[in-house]
């Protein structure tokens, strides 16, 4: 078979490696992916689409206290978190020269107990030294050596890995308090690389595990350790001449020339003698020996066009000391697009699986080992990045000139990938540099390469949107919320410019439930009332109700009342939202209740001053008070007490209705002779006396035949019930007959003194209204204890001061014999 051939024409084609992402035109479509955990005492539901729900964990979703993780679970967790290995024969390991003293007083230290900062500068071989110095502790301490990353890392973050390392917990981040108790039970030799920060907050890492001795490795442009943290201080500085040029040889991997020794000899003069620059160096030794072996290659890997020359100059020493530029001339056309994308995202590294799709080249993963194999690059934790001075060096070379559009060509594949439901969140975090770097470099000002100004870019905030929406959830999920509120903030500058308002709010709801997340209640309350605003301005309903829980659960942790109102009709309350009882449309309208009568207070009352807040005759919505202490708690009962209350009320006000009615209609008045005529009487004019006479009922009752009540023999005179200032009639308080009123003519309706009568045989024949009026004014009579009957108007052709038309009562007895007073 023809090797050449290999992957071209009829052959069969080379597998594509690995890209990170399966085939989209094969899978079916998949729901979107939710994540449920545990954060301190709240259960979080990462919700993609509608937004993250948050609600009091419930007794059964509690996790357990975590166990530890045995001496080989540790071990695997590290090796899972190395960066990949390059594609490629692997790169030989040099040995740690004129690094011995400084080794075994490290060593020392830390099986004292003691904690020690090692600070050197950048490509010093700090790093080196850390992986020898970790090998040789690793049986020191009860939970062995953990390694972690500092490189844009908080002490709380640190934190919580230093627990993720040591204790098996899946889907549960600790509270504050939860996770300094678990961290200071850890016994360990910490190992913490490219530490970014000093003084105060490195007394608080150290605080927060007295069980461990860390060994933090640091440049020496770092904030210094503050004065009572008892840090040990190592320096570490450049190698020596000859080891330098030793390790020069081991690089090459041959003797050195006398011409390559001293140009050596000025190189390390020049570098101080760092260790990084020897590498570099190397690497530029051996393409001049490829050059010479193959001189055919000078046009394929020089930018310099028809040399034709066997002999290969050595670099110049400017070259020596800077060799970014002339290293990557000389790599392939794959290699040198990594490298643009590199100085695009700011120095990271794309996983060597992203490559394929972002250069346009299958096999392009294989150039992160020519730029590893030459010293272009450096491991930090579980990725690599541009090494030392190699991102400044690239960009004077022109390698940034188009940085704008190889981040958005980044951030348009990270959306892609960043969203599929078959990447999991822990390869979503591994990648959150490069994702963030590429979100921020869409927005204009927020991001660029050391040297050029994003300033004067339009940007692409729509693409920063769809990034965010996309990474977000991962890094949430993935328990890398340094991560996930940066993609949230971005995202909401992003929408903000995009004019986006239903992803803004989207942005704003997790911002609030990520602070209320970490215990910031009120940046979690001002997050939420701007995304409630503008889902409801957006009639927006499930997410509107997402907010409001949240909003409940603010209210709830900070002790005040809710805002923003109660939910419409139809949508679900949170449990912990404070309900009234609003007032009707047209109010709540007042009993009317007999004169010197009137309703005292409940039964329940007695000694409750907050009855004198809320009257039991009225329901109306009342503005809750704001404070502390016990205000929380009764704003959750306080609507149920509510409904109580108004229930105890209306029951009352019925119950004492009824006492004045049923009193009214049963019991004696001791009101004089003639002041009333009683329901169910009939009026009899058979007899001769002027007027008509009324039934008189059955010795020994209290009712008449009709129903009503009995006759008082000392009051003959009843007053007919209704009458009102307006009828005419003319009483005085008590109920007799004004002293200026003329002779009475036929009852009106005001009354008048009849003779008490047998009662009628036959039916009674209706009168006539009255044709003479009242000499004088009647005077008003006190209202009644129900309202009146309406009347009829008055008859056509009435002279002025004529009394209205006769009323009838609406209470007619069932007996035939009684008829209608009139």
Wanted: include cysteine.
């Amino acid at each position: 078979m023809d090797n050449d051939s290999f992957g071209e024409g009829a052959g069969q084609a080379r597998p594509p490696r690995d890209t990170g992402a399966p085939d989209l035109k094969k899978s079916a479509p998949a729901l979107a992916r939710t994540v449920q955990l545990v954060a301190g005492d709240f259960l979080l539901t990462v919700n993609p689409v509608d937004g993250s729900e948050i609600e009091p964990c419930p007794p059964g979703e509690q996790p357990t206290r975590p166990a530890r993780r045995s001496a080989s679970e540790r071990a695997e967790r590290q090796r899972a978190a190395q960066p990949p290995v390059p594609p490629g024969p692997p790169a030989p390991r040099l040995p740690l020269l004129e690094r011995g003293e400084e080794r075994e007083r490290l060593v020392r230290l830390l099986g004292h107990g003691r904690s020690v900062r090692l600070t050197g500068p950048a490509g010093s071989g700090r790093s080196a030294l850390l992986d020898i110095v970790a090998e040789d502790c690793a049986n020191l301490a009860p939970d062995g050596v953990v390694r972690l990353n500092g490189h844009h890392r908080t002490p709380t973050e640190l934190l919580h890995e230093l627990f993720a390392v040591v204790h098996s917990a899946p889907l549960h981040r600790p509270d504050r308090a939860a996770l300094l108790a678990h961290v200071r039970d850890i016994g360990a030799i910490v190992v913490l690389d490219d530490l970014e920060f000093g003084g105060a907050a490195l007394g608080e890492l150290l605080d927060a595990a007295p069980e461990c001795a860390f060994l933090v490795a640091a440049t020496p442009d770092v904030a210094a350790p503050a004065a009572d943290s008892h840090l040990e201080e190592v320096f570490l500085s450049g190698l020596g001449r000859s080891a330098s040029l030793e390790l020069l040889q081991r690089t090459v991997e041959r003797p050195l020339t006398e011409d390559e020794s001293n140009w050596a000899g000025d190189l390390w003069f020049e570098s101080e003698g760092l260790p990084l620059r020897f590498v570099q160096a190397g690497a530029l030794l051996r393409q001049c020996d490829s050059l010479r072996a193959d001189p055919e290659t000078i046009d394929d890997y020089t930018p310099f066009d028809g040399v034709q020359e066997i002999d290969v100059p050595l670099p110049t020493l400017g070259e020596g000391a800077a060799p970014a530029a002339l290293l990557a001339s000389r790599l392939s056309e794959s290699a040198r697009e990594t490298l643009r994308f590199a100085v695009a995202l700011g120095g990271e590294v794309p996983h060597q699986a992203h490559l394929p799709a972002l250069v346009g080249d299958t096999h392009a993963d294989a150039a992160l080992g020519e730029l590893m194999s030459c010293g272009l690059l450096s491991p930090v934790g579980s990725r690599y990045r541009l090494a030392a001075g190699v991102m400044a060096q690239l960009t004077e070379k022109g390698y940034a000139d188009d940085a704008a559009a190889h981040a958005h060509t980044a951030a348009q594949h990270y959306t892609w990938w960043a969203g599929h439901p078959s990447v999991t969140p822990e390869r979503a975090v591994a990648e959150a540099g490069a994702v963030l770097v590429a979100l921020s470099m869409l927005l204009p000002g927020l991001g660029a390469p050391p040297g050029r100004s994003s300033g004067g870019e339009a940007g692409h905030p729509s693409a920063a949107v769809l990034l965010a929406r996309s990474a977000a959830p991962a890094f949430a999920a993935g328990l890398h919320w340094a991560a996930w509120e940066r993609a949230l903030r971005v995202g909401s500058e992003a929408a903000r410019l995009a004019g986006e308002v239903a992803e803004e709010a989207y942005f704003h709801h997790e911002l609030g439930v990520l602070a209320l997340c970490t215990g910031n209640v009120e940046r979690a309350r001002a997050e939420l009332e701007a995304s409630i605003g503008m889902r409801g301005a957006l009639a927006d309903k499930r997410g509107t109700v997402a907010g409001r829980r949240a909003l409940a659960l603010v209210e709830d942790r900070s002790g005040g009342p809710v805002a923003g109102g109660r939910t419409p009709a139809g949508e679900e309350v949170p449990a912990a939202r404070h309900e009234e009882s609003a007032s009707p449309p047209g109010g709540v309208p007042s009993p009317v209740l007999p004169l010197g009568r009137s309703i005292g207070p409940g039964p329940g009352a007695v000694g409750q001053p907050r009855e004198a807040e809320e009257p039991a005759t009225l329901l109306a919505r009342q503005t809750p008070h704001a404070g502390g202490g016990n205000s929380g708690r009764r704003n959750i009962f306080g609507g149920a007490r509510r409904n109580l209350v108004a229930a105890g009320a209306g029951a009352l006000l019925a119950a004492v209705l009824g006492t004045v009615v049923t009193l009214g209609a049963t019991s004696d008045h001791q009101d004089p002779p003639g002041s009333k005529v009683r329901n169910g009487q009939s009026a009899n004019e058979d007899d001769g006396s002027d007027g008509l006479d009324a039934d008189v009922p059955a010795d020994g009752s209290t009712n008449s035949p009709g129903g009503a009540p009995a006759e008082d023999p000392k009051n003959p005179d009843p007053v007919t019930p209704g009458a009102s200032s307006s009828t005419g009639g003319a009483s005085t308080p008590g109920g007799k007959p004004s002293s200026s009123s003329s002779t009475p003519s036929r009852p009106t309706t005001s009354g008048r003194p009849t003779t008490p009568t047998k009662p009628p045989t036959t039916k009674p024949t209706p009168t006539k209204p009255p044709t003479t009026p009242p000499t004088t004014p009647p005077t008003t009579t006190p209202p009644p204890s129900s309202p009146p009957p309406s009347t009829s108007p008055p008859p056509a052709g009435g002279s002025e001061g004529t009394a209205s038309a006769p009323m009838t009562t609406s209470a007619a007895p069932s007996d035939s014999s009684s008829a209608p007073v009139i």
